[in-house]
């Protein structure tokens, strides 16, 4: 009876990938040390396996290719002799193009390629010590992107689907088992809350007791189920690891750089959606130190360095943050380039970039279009940049530092979460508003007196290990003006890092340290930069992530706070807006809005509570919600027309739903603006406010 082949291609598929990847791994390690005939053993091992699974799904060509690269190593085993350098490039090549014929076998080819006598022709020169090539021309490209994504495509069952995921049966029954377990303390809690009805009151501490227990338990239990289901996005780094150090040993040898790759394997998952996008990252991270980095065997040598560069790939994980560095011995970064090339580029800024330090040049090198090199590469001019890189790790929410000494190598350190679904975040306090700051962004927390601070040209600094620190006053972008004039001598100072730049910014409070969820931006605000997103707090107020790179791209653009006016209340805006609304998530951000835009914003829950605030303050425009417990926006917008003090106050009403008889009763109750909350947009909102101020 014959074999429907078709029931096992898929494992054939796999299984020849498996092999290739052995082999490939096999060629690094026979590349690196010079003693290489113990891996000859292991090479014909592999060959052979996928020589026979090919001849028996009958796929001729790539049995035939796997028999003569056999017949290749079985001479030099049995000259016992040390595999050659060039016959390891041969053995990668040939690797390189049955990779491709793999791909194409699972898109329906019949596993037939046009380089096969090409193939064979050199694989036989090698065999007669005759000159051979060892490359082969594949369908496949070689720029950052295409590498990835072809990575992306091996990991198909993984990668393919954005929605889908493959998930272990034992991970389903972990999450089950722990479900099991928080069902079976919800309902001994609800027992114990019945008991505590009827019981005196000695017995009703001991049930308090347990109940305080069982809400911990519960707790822990809800976490572990959290923690569980975030799990199930996780896939093994190691997935991406080898097809990388495959593209980037082919390079080098195009290149003819001599150069040993360190990257070993690694056991540590992380989130899907992050590991999609890294490929390309760390595909441009090494090839930067292949092209710029390594130098020349006879730049090296005179620069008493040993001939063999050295680049690393070390994946590692501390807590829930995954730290990734690519790591080479080379020229290391020239600062004095970068600031000439600065210099070139930005004229208009001479006067910063003559001034700027090791750390403040870094900057530019993450700049679109930003390279020190005077002649462009073919490997240079066909990846992504590292202003792309930059982007894509803002993205992740992840972090870049950059470790360099010119003559002895450079380092680029990645920092990313484990997981999308859960960020660590520090809760800070300013003028009675909550702002959440990522953790991988803090470098410090202090608690400095007043005269701690130093008084330099450009403001005021700390010293924090020995490293001048500019400082601000989150007030400069908060755009706050009701802070109360407090004095104290203790001012809490958060240490930001980001690109290896480092400011201080002052807060009133330090709240505390959590794992929060983050909720997208409102769509509203989806291009205000200032945030990254949302997050809830226990009392499920809205609280905005604050955009740190962005914030200090702002803080550089404006003048620094004077540390003599800490305790004096700061001036006030120029005009102040009162925003009515019964919902705390709209009122919070229109607020936001309207402060980015610099406005003097306070808020008012309903109608009775506004009144009570135009009493107190004299404010420049209101922007009221039009139904609202208590006294709605009509009622307020009436007591607003009939008192002398007020009348002349311009107010924007702003309703769920249009309706023709809700704007004809505004206009006549005298409002000049009507917004409708499902066509709002923040534009729309600041242009018929400045309109309305006449600015």
Same mark, same amino acid.
């Given at each position: 009876?014959?074999?429907?082949?078709?029931?096992?291609?898929?494992?054939?598929?796999?299984?020849?990938?498996?092999?290739?990847?052995?082999?490939?791994?096999?060629?690094?390690? &026979?590349?690196?040390?010079?003693?290489?005939?113990?891996?000859?053993?292991?090479?014909?091992?592999?060959? #052979?396996?996928?020589?026979?699974?090919?001849?028996?799904?009958?796929?001729?060509?790539?049995?035939?290719?796997?028999?003569?690269?056999?017949?290749?190593?079985?001479?030099?085993?049995?000259?016992?002799?040390?595999?050659?350098?060039?016959?390891?490039?041969?053995?990668?090549?040939?690797?390189?193009?049955?990779?491709?014929?793999?791909?194409?076998?699972?898109?329906?080819?019949?596993?037939?390629?046009?380089?096969?006598?090409?193939?064979?022709?050199?694989?036989?020169?090698?065999?007669? !010590?005759? !000159?051979?090539?060892?490359?082969?021309?594949?369908?496949?490209?070689?720029?950052?992107?295409?590498?990835?994504?072809?990575?992306?495509?091996?990991?198909?069952?993984?990668?393919?689907?954005?929605?889908?995921?493959?998930?272990?049966?034992?991970?389903?029954?972990?999450?089950?088992?722990?479900?099991?377990?928080?069902?079976?303390?919800?309902?001994?809690?609800?027992?114990?809350?019945?008991?505590?009805?009827?019981?005196?009151?000695?017995?009703?501490?001991?049930?308090?007791?347990?109940?305080?227990?069982?809400?911990?338990?519960?707790?822990?239990?809800?976490?572990?189920?959290?923690?569980?289901?975030?799990?199930?996005?996780?896939?093994?780094?190691?997935?991406?690891?080898?097809?990388?150090?495959?593209?980037?040993?082919?390079?080098?040898?195009?290149?003819? =750089?001599?150069?040993?790759?360190?990257?070993?394997?690694?056991?540590?998952?992380?989130?899907?959606?992050?590991?999609?996008?890294?490929?390309?990252?760390?595909?441009?991270?090494?090839?930067?130190?292949?092209?710029?980095?390594?130098?020349?065997?006879?730049?090296?040598?005179?620069?008493?360095?040993?001939?063999?560069?050295?680049?690393?790939?070390?994946?590692?994980?501390?807590?829930?943050?995954?730290?990734?560095?690519?790591?080479?011995?080379?020229?290391?970064?020239?600062?004095?380039?970068?600031?000439?090339?600065?210099? &070139?580029?930005?004229?208009?800024?001479?006067?910063?970039?003559?001034?700027?330090?090791?750390?403040?040049?870094?900057?530019?090198?993450?700049?679109?279009?930003?390279?020190? %090199?005077?002649?462009?590469?073919?490997?240079?001019?066909?990846?992504?940049?590292?202003?792309?890189?930059?982007?894509?790790?803002?993205?992740?929410?992840?972090?870049?530092?950059?470790?360099?000494?010119?003559?002895?190598?450079?380092?680029?350190?990645?920092?990313?979460?484990?997981?999308?679904?859960?960020?660590?975040?520090?809760?800070?306090?300013?003028?009675?508003?909550?702002?959440?700051?990522?953790?991988?962004?803090?470098?410090?927390?202090?608690?400095?007196?007043?005269?701690?601070?130093?008084?330099?040209? #450009?403001?005021?600094?700390?010293?924090? #290990?020995?490293?001048?620190?500019?400082?601000?006053?989150?007030?400069?972008?908060?755009?706050?003006?009701?802070?109360? &004039?407090? &004095?104290?001598?203790?001012?809490?100072?958060?240490?930001?890092?980001?690109?290896?730049?480092?400011?201080?910014?002052?807060?009133?409070?330090?709240?505390?340290?959590?794992?929060?969820?983050?909720?997208?931006?409102?769509?509203?605000?989806?291009?205000?930069?200032?945030?990254?997103?949302?997050?809830?707090?226990?009392?499920?107020?809205?609280?905005?992530?604050?955009?740190?790179?962005?914030?200090?791209?702002?803080?550089?653009?404006?003048?620094?706070?004077?540390?003599?006016?800490?305790?004096?209340?700061?001036?006030?805006?120029? #005009?102040?807006?009162?925003?009515?609304?019964?919902?705390?998530?709209?009122?919070?951000?229109?607020?936001?809005?309207?402060?980015?835009?610099?406005?003097?914003?306070?808020?008012?829950?309903?109608?009775?509570?506004?009144?009570?605030?135009? %009493?107190?303050?004299?404010?420049?425009?209101?922007?009221? !919600?039009? =139904?609202?417990?208590?006294?709605?926006?009509?009622?307020?917008?009436?007591?607003?027309?009939?008192?002398?003090?007020?009348? !002349?106050?311009?107010?924007?009403?702003?309703?769920?739903?249009?309706?023709?008889?809700?704007?004809?009763?505004?206009?006549?109750?005298?409002?000049?603006?009507?917004?409708?909350?499902?066509?709002?947009?923040?534009?729309?909102?600041?242009?018929?406010?400045?309109?309305?101020?006449?600015?």
């Amino acid at each position: 009876m014959e074999i429907d082949k078709s029931l096992f291609i898929a494992d054939y598929i796999s299984e020849a990938r498996e092999n290739l990847d052995a082999i490939d791994d096999i060629a690094f390690q &026979a590349l690196k040390e010079t003693r290489n005939s113990g891996f000859l053993k292991e090479i014909l091992r592999y060959l #052979h396996t996928l020589k026979g699974s090919s001849r028996m799904m009958e796929f001729t060509q790539i049995e035939k290719v796997m028999n003569h690269l056999e017949s290749v190593f079985k001479t030099i085993d049995s000259n016992q002799t040390e595999i050659p350098a060039k016959i390891i490039q041969l053995l990668m090549g040939v690797s390189q193009i049955i990779h491709d014929v793999i791909d194409q076998i699972e898109d329906g080819s019949d596993g037939t390629f046009a380089e096969y006598e090409n193939v064979l022709q050199n694989i036989d020169k090698a065999m007669e !010590d005759g !000159d051979f090539q060892t490359e082969f021309k594949t369908s496949r490209v070689s720029t950052e992107e295409d590498i990835a994504e072809e990575i992306v495509e091996r990991n198909s069952e993984y990668f393919r689907d954005s929605n889908t995921i493959k998930v272990q049966v034992s991970q389903i029954d972990s999450i089950l088992q722990s479900l099991d377990k928080l069902i079976m303390r919800q309902i001994k809690l609800k027992n114990e809350i019945e008991t505590l009805k009827t019981k005196d009151d000695s017995a009703g501490f001991q049930a308090y007791q347990e109940l305080s227990e069982n809400i911990t338990v519960l707790e822990n239990q809800s976490v572990d189920i959290q923690k569980n289901i975030i799990s199930l996005r996780m896939l093994p780094f190691d997935m991406i690891l080898m097809p990388i150090k495959r593209s980037i040993v082919s390079e080098a040898l195009k290149l003819g =750089k001599n150069i040993d790759f360190d990257i070993p394997h690694s056991e540590i998952t992380i989130d899907k959606a992050i590991l999609e996008r890294l490929p390309a990252i760390l595909i441009h991270l090494v090839r930067n130190s292949i092209d710029h980095g390594i130098e020349a065997v006879e730049e090296r040598l005179k620069a008493g360095k040993p001939e063999k560069g050295q680049i690393s790939v070390s994946v590692s994980q501390v807590s829930n943050r995954i730290f990734i560095t690519v790591k080479d011995d080379g020229r290391g970064i020239d600062y004095k380039k970068i600031k000439e090339k600065a210099l &070139a580029l930005f004229p208009e800024r001479e006067a910063e970039i003559i001034s700027a330090d090791d750390n403040e040049l870094l900057q530019y090198i993450f700049m679109s279009g930003f390279s020190t %090199k005077d002649k462009q590469t073919e490997l240079s001019g066909r990846g992504i940049g590292l202003d792309v890189v930059r982007s894509e790790m803002d993205h992740l929410k992840g972090k870049i530092s950059v470790y360099s000494e010119l003559g002895k190598g450079s380092t680029f350190e990645l920092s990313l979460p484990a997981s999308l679904a859960t960020q660590d975040g520090l809760f800070v306090s300013v003028s009675d508003n909550s702002y959440l700051i990522l953790s991988h962004y803090v470098k410090e927390i202090l608690t400095v007196q007043k005269s701690d601070f130093l008084r330099l040209q #450009h403001g005021p600094v700390l010293n924090v #290990h020995n490293e001048l620190v500019p400082v601000y006053d989150f007030d400069i972008i908060n755009a706050k003006s009701e802070k109360k &004039a407090v &004095a104290r001598n203790e001012i809490s100072v958060i240490i930001l890092e980001y690109l290896n730049r480092k400011i201080g910014v002052m807060v009133d409070k330090v709240l505390h340290y959590g794992t929060v969820v983050i909720k997208p931006v409102p769509p509203l605000l989806k291009d205000f930069n200032a945030l990254q997103g949302v997050v809830f707090d226990e009392n499920y107020r809205i609280i905005p992530v604050l955009n740190i790179p962005d914030t200090i791209k702002r803080f550089k653009t404006t003048n620094v706070y004077d540390v003599k006016n800490l305790e004096v209340r700061k001036m006030p805006k120029i #005009h102040s807006i009162l925003v009515v609304d019964d919902s705390h998530t709209t009122r919070h951000i229109e607020q936001i809005i309207l402060e980015a835009e610099n406005y003097n914003v306070s808020t008012a829950v309903d109608g009775i509570d506004a009144l009570e605030k135009l %009493k107190e303050h004299r404010f420049d425009l209101v922007i009221t !919600d039009v =139904k609202m417990p208590r006294m709605d926006g009509f009622v307020l917008l009436h007591n607003i027309r009939h008192k002398d003090e007020l009348k !002349d106050i311009p107010v924007i009403m702003i309703s769920s739903v249009f309706e023709n008889d809700t704007l004809d009763k505004a206009t006549k109750l005298g409002a000049q603006g009507y917004i409708v909350k499902s066509d709002f947009e923040r534009e729309s909102l600041t242009a018929k406010v400045k309109e309305l101020l006449h600015e």
